[in-house]
């Protein structure tokens, strides 16, 4: 892809990763995510337009207020970082329309719903579901033959996951299944690594968890599984066909 389409994602990225964190902020808390405008938390005031430029804002303020002088967390240009940075690889590692389209719409999708289940161990319905719309819509307009996959590996990934909540509802919700679901119809069989990955995350900090707490303490303490679907996801993105190749090359 041409490198000014690669730089022109970067910046839309760092947009949008702007609006994602209102979206992290006031969907938990019910708010609206277009009034007010961007403000202080804490007096309130609002967010000049000169400061509100994503992460550039953020530094030349050094993360305060410029009204009360409130400190403002390293996680907002964090995110809106990470968002362009994300946005800038899906364009500059796809040239097809669906690819893009579809690479565009799940991190958009993935960055609010890791952080939500990370702040109150919630994975709203109001972003899987309208996500899960989207992708379909994708496929049926962008590639059609490949609808058909996206519908195979999301009811199998839901599936999968729906099994391990009824078998095991104290570590895994509904919240999980649904967005497995919804990583089955972005990635088509690239579900089945990103989701390999993501029980490997899983296992990994648990152990963390419980080699720093203790076992009884360790188990039970709640260890949100959103964001290590979110991570699978991402990297299934960019190499899950790749392993699928690989895999079924040598097997």
């Known amino acids: 892809m041409h490198p000014a389409y ?13 609006f994602l964190n209102v979206v992290t902020y006031r969907l938990p808390l019910g708010k609206s995510l277009l009034h007010p405008g961007s403000h ?40 809106e970082l990470l968002t362009g940075v994300l946005f800038a690889l899906v364009v500059a590692t796809h040239d097809d329309a669906i690819g893009i389209t579809l690479g565009l719409l799940m991190v958009t999708a993935l960055v609010p719903i890791a952080l939500i289940d990370l702040d109150v161990r919630l994975i709203p319905n109001v972003i899987t579901l309208p996500a899960s719309i989207a992708a379909l819509v994708a496929g049926l307009t962008l590639d059609i033959d490949f609808v058909p996959e996206q519908l195979i590996a999301g009811a199998g990934a839901f599936a999968f996951f729906f099994l391990a909540a009824w078998l095991y509802p104290r570590g895994m919700g509904m919240g999980d299944v649904k ?62 066909d790749d392993v699928m190749d690989a895999y079924l090359d040598r097997f």
Not at 6 to 17: D, E, K, N, R, T
Not at 201 to 229: C, D, E, M, S, W
């Open 6 to 18: 690669v730089a022109l994602a970067f910046v839309a990225g760092l947009a949008i990763g702007s």
């Open 179 to 240: 967005l497995a679901g919804m990583l089955g119809l972005y990635l088509g069989r690239a579900v089945a690594p990103a989701i390999f990955l993501a029980l490997i995350l899983g296992v990994v900090v648990g152990a963390v968890v419980i080699a720093r707490l203790g076992q009884k303490a360790g188990r039970k303490t709640a260890v949100p599984f959103g964001p290590f679907l979110a991570v699978g996801g991402i990297v299934g993105f960019f190499v899950g």
């Open 40 to 79: 202080c938390p804490n007096c309130e005031a609002a967010v000049k337009n000169r400061d509100n430029v994503p992460v550039l804002g953020w530094l030349l303020l050094r993360g305060r207020c410029r009204a009360c002088g409130q400190s403002f967390s390293w996680r907002y240009p964090a995110v």
